[in-house]
């Protein structure tokens, strides 16, 4: 048999092996972005709405009740609460926002 070229059992186990890992890596890589994405939004959300709490405290002299009030407000400071209410601390005194957990 000589004169025939073929791979050695050996050789596709190495390359098999390889490939798991690569897609074990790869699998990883991909579910790790998802929740970078979620707190990258979550932090833009804080950001949105402590500016429009301090332009409510501006305009009007003290900070909303809740932000329910920024959407009541004539004019409205925002359209609407992303996630909703229940989805952010916020202190009526101090004017603080942040995500609940």
Same mark, same amino acid.
């Given at each position: 048999?000589?004169? !025939?070229?073929?791979?050695?059992?050996? +050789?596709? !186990?190495? /390359?098999?092996? &390889?490939?798991?890992?690569?897609?074990?890596?790869? /699998?990883?890589?991909?579910?790790? *972005? $998802?929740?970078?994405?979620?707190?990258?939004?979550?932090? $833009?959300?804080?950001?949105?709405?402590?500016?429009?709490?301090?332009?409510?405290?501006?305009? +009007?002299?003290?900070? *909303?009740?809740?932000?329910?009030? !920024?959407?009541?407000?004539? *004019? *409205?400071?925002?359209?609407?609460?992303?996630?909703? +209410?229940?989805?952010?601390?916020?202190?009526?005194?101090?004017? &603080?926002? $942040?995500?609940? +957990?």
């Amino acid at each position: 048999m000589k004169g !025939l070229a073929a791979f050695t059992l050996i +050789e596709i !186990l190495v /390359v098999v092996v &390889l490939v798991g890992i690569m897609a074990g890596v790869t /699998v990883f890589a991909i579910e790790n *972005p $998802s929740d970078d994405a979620q707190q990258a939004a979550d932090t $833009s959300n804080v950001r949105i709405l402590q500016n429009q709490v301090d332009a409510y405290r501006a305009a +009007e002299g003290a900070y *909303p009740a809740t932000l329910a009030d !920024l959407i009541t407000a004539d *004019p *409205p400071y925002i359209r609407n609460i992303p996630g909703g +209410e229940t989805a952010w601390n916020y202190a009526a005194d101090t004017g &603080l926002v $942040s995500r609940a +957990e």
